[in-house]
């Protein structure tokens, strides 16, 4: 008689957490997509802003180079 109730404990104990191991599965990967997702957007955050960064400074560049060339100029007239 107790072996019967230990069936029916024994599968109605297994199938809720079968269910509960699969969401907790499905959340897993939801977060996993969302890390990955926030991951990639940072990285393309730090590469516009590397972009960003080498126009500044190479305009700066152009900015000296013009000033060189022009104080040159006239300290060769």
């Known amino acids: ?9 024994t599968t109605n104990a ?3 957490n079968d269910r509960s191991r699969e969401l907790h599965l499905i959340n897993e990967a939801l977060a996993r997509a969302q890390m990955d997702q926030q991951l990639r957007e940072a990285e393309l955050q730090r590469r516009a ?7 500044k400074m190479r305009r700066r560049a152009e900015v000296a180079s013009m000033r060189a060339r022009r104080a040159l100029a006239i300290a060769v007239m």
């Open 14 to 16: 297994v199938l809720p």
């Open 1 to 9: 008689m107790q072996e019967p109730m230990k069936q029916i404990h």
């Open 49 to 55: 802003y590397h972009v960003r960064m080498a126009r």
